[in-house]
């Protein structure tokens, strides 16, 4: 009679796979094999998920590994899951695979910008042209984020500012799904000689 005396062999024990964050709930993303050199239900095989069962479900009698639950980048970007294989022996003897799974970011989220929006302050006797000290900055979850970057001529005024007529600016700047205010204040300058109502006042005493 068959003593139980080989454990089970995984014909890899070590696996890495790249997922999509968007990868579809029950995509399945390989089938492992083990096999055992003993007979009867000493060499038949069951799997199991030692870890992160939340997010993916593995099948105890043909071993397919598949996604359980949306992966999110975000969230995690890398797994590793522990595979047992255990015979049905007795006692069982069993064996363990490692799969790596890597979770690619895609561009799911929208770039954000301060609530408050930014805020920068000029003097009304700059010359045009002359730059504004401001920086413009968001925030993105994603891995990657292009951002539009101002130019000292984008954000300088052709004409000249003068506070006695508007004393500040709110330009809009928009970005993929995303939108901020810069409020440009205007501050004055003594620029403005005093002036009497009349050229000339004739009093008769």
Not at 94 to 110: F, L, M, R, W
Not at 125 to 142: H, I, R
Request: net charge negative.
């Amino acid at each position: 009679m068959d003593v139980n005396d080989n454990p089970p062999e995984f014909v890899r024990s070590s696996l890495d796979f790249s997922l999509s964050e968007s990868t579809p709930v029950g995509y399945e993303i390989t089938r492992l094999n083990a096999t055992s050199k003993d007979d009867g239900n000493n060499a038949v095989i069951r799997y199991q998920l030692m870890d992160h069962d939340n997010y993916f479900s593995l099948s105890a009698t043909e071993g397919t590994l598949t996604v359980k639950s949306a992966l999110d980048y975000e969230r995690q970007q890398v797994y590793y899951l522990t595979v047992k294989a255990y015979d049905l022996g007795e006692p069982p003897l069993s064996a363990t695979a490692v799969v790596t799974v890597k979770v690619i970011d895609e561009n799911d989220n929208a770039p954000e910008f301060p609530a408050d929006g930014f805020r920068v302050s000029v003097k009304e006797n700059e010359p045009p042209g002359t730059p504004l000290s401001v920086k413009v900055l968001a925030t993105d979850a994603d891995s990657e984020c292009l951002l539009w970057t101002p130019t000292p001529d984008s954000w300088s005024f052709a004409p000249a500012r003068d506070r006695e007529l508007k004393d500040s600016y709110t330009p809009h700047r928009n970005g993929h799904g995303s939108r901020t205010t810069v409020k440009i204040t205007v501050l004055d300058v003594n620029d403005c000689v005093p002036q009497f109502d009349r050229a000339e006042y004739a009093v008769v005493l």
